[in-house]
């Protein structure tokens, strides 16, 4: 009984270590493709966003867990996390407050703080809640 016990851990141990179940660090290291880059805004709750990457953008900067956005003439920073993979917490930031001349800003707030998820590829980017349609759609900015 012992040894059917003690094979029986072991199993579980395996398991465990080829799934990286026992690996934290696996959440953020399995986002590099989202952190450190530029993603130009081309889309906000289904309409598109023509806009330069310059003015018109977002940045996951892994080190600080800051988020940088900007969606015309205010520089937004908001904390940040990522959790298995894909689910993102976006929490209330600062940002610079000069009058802009259109409602893309508020409307970037309100989406990266409704977003629960991310969905990415190579070049594209989506902040998302739940299965809806995504709230925010980027593309990378070369």
């Known amino acids: 009984m012992t040894l059917k016990y003690l094979s029986t851990i072991v199993l579980i141990g395996l398991l465990f270590t080829s799934c990286n179940v026992l690996k934290p660090e696996l959440a953020k290291n399995g986002n590099v493709e989202v952190e450190d880059k530029r993603w130009k805004l081309v ?13 018109h953008y977002i940045i996951f900067h892994s080190k600080e867990g800051k988020l940088e956005a900007k969606a015309g ?27 802009c001349p259109d409602s893309l800003e508020n409307e970037l707030i309100k989406a990266m703080s409704e977003a629960d998820n991310l969905s990415v590829s190579e070049t594209n980017l989506s902040l998302n809640k739940a299965r809806m349609a995504p709230l925010a759609r980027f593309e990378l900015s070369q």
Not at 45 to 53: C, I, L, R, W
Not at 73 to 99: D, E, H, R, V, W
């Open 73 to 99: 003439c205010n520089g937004l920073m908001n904390p940040y996390t990522i959790s298995n993979q894909y689910q993102i917490k976006i929490n209330p930031g600062i940002s610079t407050k000069m009058a």
């Open 43 to 55: 889309e906000l709750y289904g309409k598109p966003v023509t806009e330069s990457a310059e003015t």
